[in-house]
């Protein structure tokens, strides 16, 4: 739903059945503002916690209802392969400014499992760009977020029992809606991103009356009066009597009332049939003041979760920093893609320092297949690839150096091979039926990586079917990258004439044949297997050392 990002006033018109909020709605992820919430809804509900009602839940729910932006890519096809989830948990909980950000991770994994257009990646890449530069625009930006943090958890909070701790949570929320507005206002000077809209958003309600309303009312509250005492005190320096020297009362404030005019003001009010206590009266003067910055509620709430998309990748960055690895802002070509340095994060999310690679993408209708011993790396390239692709076309950083990328419409991945009890076919058929889903989903040019494609038969029918594979996937078009163990095959395709775009790369081994983790071109010569058997401990001679000592166990 697009909705005017400075629009003032209040109101709803109506689309179908469903109301739809016009409020101010901030937007730091479109350059066309998008409530993607029920927003309507969602300031009822919070008129309803703000009056002392226990609301809680369903404004969670309402926030987490959160409509994913349209993109031609389907997660179903690629989160689960690329630990998405995982990923992004850890993501959520890096430290930021000292303290563990704790962010939404469904909300930050719905909007990194979802593209948008080119436009909105480029208006999140200049955001980004700016709070690279600036450390005092990230300053601001983590104040923010921590006030907008502060004033949901108040309407989330249970509410309390009692006439004098209701106004008290009252008075807090209001208090928090103040310092988010004056926050914003005095914020993101000399920008020019989108960051700029968030202080341009809030600069006339600062300056209106119902700001200077809302100011007066807390400071009533705060300094009702000054109250002067007197201390008289003992030779043992104990307080032997306290008396009060002068009570001075805020007369200047526009809600003060002193004893005559309150004494005739319920006088009135008793006299058409109302009674009223102090505190009813405080209570009423609440809501007047609440009602004049209700339509801004659902705007600075939604803005939580689009902070937080900013805050985790500045995180990741400082992250990558600390071990010695750079992240970037993408350049999209037409050709030409080149990616340096680049790494896996989801060995850094797991506290392993990885090895960065240098990579050349040959681009779309080419294939490139993978060989190499185990444990070597390719898995890990495969999953580098994908996210890379992920990360740079949702407008987050690149965990490489540098990154020269085509945008593609679509990524299929293939990296997890996983046998269930109930599933209706077996290796082969199964094998099968994710050949048949990359066809009928994948449109020409998208992004498609396999792990050992054709591993579930024989290498006779596996080679077969392989070769057919890649041959009708040049005919769609994609850029295809794909890992196998038949290095005979691979060896055969790379020495053969062929009509396919094929390229190679191999694990580059060291000269103790351990692998580097890094890819040259060219198709590997053994799998090494005789070392993996013997890095874990499958020797004829360590197994029959255990056969022996399980003999003696059981003789």
């Not at 739809?20 to 916690?49: K, N, T, V």
């Amino acid at each position: 739903m697009a909705v005017s990002r400075f629009l003032p006033g209040r109101g709803e018109r109506s689309e179908g059945s469903r109301s739809i909020f016009s409020g101010p709605c901030p937007d730091l992820l479109h350059p066309e503002p998008q409530m993607r919430i029920d927003a309507q809804a969602l300031e009822q509900q919070l008129a309803f916690a703000f009056a002392g009602g226990d609301c809680s839940e369903r404004i969670s729910a309402l926030l987490g209802e959160e409509k994913a932006q349209p993109s031609t890519w389907d997660p179903t096809y690629f989160a689960h392969h690329l630990f998405i989830e995982s990923w992004v948990t850890h993501l959520a909980s890096l430290p930021v400014g000292g303290r563990p950000l704790d962010a939404d991770p469904r909300s930050l994994e719905r909007l990194l499992t979802h593209p948008p257009s080119p436009e909105v990646l480029t208006y999140r890449h200049k955001i980004l760009g700016e709070l690279v530069e600036s450390p005092e625009a990230r300053k601001d930006l983590t104040e923010i977020y921590r006030e907008l943090r502060r004033l949901r958890g108040l309407f989330l909070r249970a509410p309390p029992e009692g006439l004098y701790e209701g106004i008290r949570r009252r008075i807090e929320v209001l208090d928090a809606i103040k310092t988010s507005l004056a926050r914003l206002a005095r914020s993101f000077y000399g920008t020019q991103s989108g960051l700029e809209s968030l202080r341009t958003l809030v600069a006339e309600r600062v300056s209106g009356e119902a700001f200077s309303r809302l100011i007066d009312l807390l400071e009533h509250d705060h300094k009702r009066a000054l109250v002067s005492l007197e201390v008289r005190l003992g030779g043992d320096g104990r307080i032997r009597e306290l008396g009060v020297k002068r009570i001075e009362e805020a007369t200047q404030n526009r809600f003060h009332r002193g004893p005559v005019g309150r004494f005739f003001s319920k006088l009135g009010l008793w006299a058409r049939g109302y009674r009223f206590a102090d505190e009813e009266l405080i209570d009423r003067w609440i809501d007047s003041v609440y009602a004049d910055f209700s339509d801004l509620l659902p705007g600075l709430l939604k803005l939580v979760t689009e902070l937080e998309f900013y805050l985790c990748a500045l995180a990741f960055r400082d992250r990558s920093k600390e071990r010695g690895l750079a992240v970037c802002l993408p350049e999209f070509v037409g050709e030409g893609q080149q990616i340096e340095a680049l790494f896996n994060p989801l060995l850094l999310a797991q506290g392993i320092t990885p090895i960065p690679c240098d990579l050349k993408r040959p681009g779309p209708g080419s294939t490139t297949i993978i060989t190499g011993p185990n444990s070597g790396g390719k898995t890990r390239l495969l999953q580098s690839i994908g996210l890379a692709q992920l990360l740079a076309q949702c407008g987050f950083f690149v965990p490489a150096a540098r990154a020269r990328l085509l945008r593609v419409p679509y990524l299929f991945c293939s990296l997890i091979q996983e046998d269930t009890y109930d599933q209706s076919e077996g290796r082969l058929g199964t094998e099968l039926l994710r050949i048949r889903r990359i066809f009928e989903r994948a449109p020409p040019g998208a992004l498609i990586i396999i792990d050992e494609l054709c591993s579930g038969t024989n290498p006779s029918e596996g080679e077969e079917i392989f070769l057919l594979v890649i041959s009708l996937l040049a005919e769609l078009g994609p850029e295809t990258f794909v890992t196998t163990h038949f290095l005979d095959f691979a060896t055969g395709l790379e020495l053969k004439t062929s009509a396919l775009e094929l390229f190679f790369l191999q694990v580059e081994l060291d000269g103790a044949q351990h692998p580097t983790f890094a890819f040259v071109s060219g198709v590997a010569k053994t799998s090494l297997a005789t070392q993996a058997a013997s890095r874990l401990g499958v020797t004829r001679d360590e197994l029959l050392s255990l056969v022996r000592k399980n003999r003696g166990e059981h003789g």
